[in-house]
C-alpha cells in the first residue's frame, strides 16, 4: 500500500491530491487562475507563479483535512518536474521537496504528459497495453503505451496543439480564456455542415496538424462576420463556425486514433489531457469505437491536475537518469 501526496504546478492549475496505490483518489483540490488570465487572453508566466505561491497551501491544508490525514500518514511526497513555465513548476516542486525534507519522506518527480496518460488509470481498471491520445493546451501526441514505464511516441503535431488552436480560435472571435470549453459549448447549438474546414495531410500518417485549421477557420470569419446584418446572425455566425472549426478537428484526431489502433491491432484506446472533457470528441468514440474499449479521464482528471500525478509517480516515477526527456522523440519543449 502506497500514499501519495501529489503537487501540480505546471501551468495555470494549483493542483493538490492524495492517492493510493495509483488509482484510488482519496481527496483532489485546484485551484485555476481562469479569471486573472482572461484579462490578458492567455497566461502570463510570472503571474501564474506568483498565484501558486498564493494557493498551494490551502489546496494542502484542504486535501489533508478532506482525507482526514496526516502528513505522518503518507509514504511519497510527489510533483510535477516539467514540462511546464518554469516559474510554475518551481513552486510544486520546491513545496514538495521541502515537505520531503522535513518529514524524511522520499521526493517523488513525475513527467507531467506521463502524468496524463495515467489519469486514466484513476478510479479505472485501464491496464497497458493500449492506445494512447493526449490532446492538451501544450501537446498533442499519439502514443503506443506498451507498458506502465515503456511509451512509444507514434506521432505528434507540427505546429499547434489542437488546444491551443481552440484558445486562438476563440480569443480571435472574442470569446474568452480558455477557449476550448467556450467552443465546445458554442460548437452543440451551431451547424457542423455550414462551412467545409480543411484537415490536414501529414506527410506521417501519424503525425497532426492544426495550424491550418486555424487560419482557416478565423478566414471564414473575418469574411463572413463583415457580412452580419445584426447580433442574431452574428452569434449564429459564431456557433455555426465553432461548430465546423469542432467537427474538423475532432475528426482529424479521432480518425488518426482508430485507424492506428487498427493497424497495431490494439484493443484499448484512451484519450486524456484538457482536450479529452470536449463533447464533441466523446461523442466521435461514443459511436465509432464499438470494437474496442474506450477510456476518458473523469472531467475532472481532463484537464492539469495532481490526481494524475499521484497516480504516475506510483506507476511511472521519473529516475534521475530520465528525468525531462522520457518519451519524446525531440528535446522537451515547455508550453
Ligand atoms: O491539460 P491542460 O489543462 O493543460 C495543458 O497541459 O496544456 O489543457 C488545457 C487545454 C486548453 O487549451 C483548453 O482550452 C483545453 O484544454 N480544453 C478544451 C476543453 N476543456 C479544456 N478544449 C476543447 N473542449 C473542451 N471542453
Ligand atoms: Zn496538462
Known sequence: MSLVLAFETS???????????????LASRRIDQNTLHAKYGGIIPEEAARQHLVAIHPCLQDVLDEANCTLDDV??????????????LLVGVQVAKTLAFITEKPFVAVHHLQAHICSNFLDSDLAPPFLCLLV???????MHVK??????????????????AYDKVARLMGLGFPGGPVV?????????SRFNLPIAVTKNKTDFSFSGLKTATLR????????????????TLIQDICASFQKAAVTALGKKMISTAQELGLS???VCGGVSANQGLRQYFDK?????????????????????VGSAAYFCPLSNDDRLEVFSRHPIQTN
Do not use: W
Open 11 to 25: 501551468c495555470d492549475d494549483t493542483a493538490v491530491a492524495l492517492v493510493r496505490d495509483g488509482r484510488e483518489v
Open 75 to 88: 509514504d511519497h511526497i510527489a510533483a510535477t518536474l516539467g514540462p511546464g513555465l518554469v516559474g510554475s
Open 136 to 142: 492538451s493546451g501544450g501537446h498533442t501526441q499519439l
Open 147 to 164: 507498458s506502465y514505464t515503456d511509451t512509444e511516441v507514434l506521432g505528434e503535431t507540427l505546429d499547434d496543439a489542437v488546444g491551443e
Open 184 to 192: 465546445d459549448a458554442l460548437a452543440a447549438l451551431g451547424d457542423s
Open 220 to 235: 471564414v470569419y473575418e469574411k463572413e462576420s463583415a457580412r452580419c446584418a445584426d447580433e442574431t446572425e452574428r452569434e
Open 268 to 270: 484499448q484506446l484512451a
Open 288 to 308: 465509432r469505437t464499438a470494437q474496442f474499449n474506450t477510456f476518458f479521464p473523469k472531467m475532472s482528471f481532463c484537464t492539469d491536475n495532481a490526481a494524475m
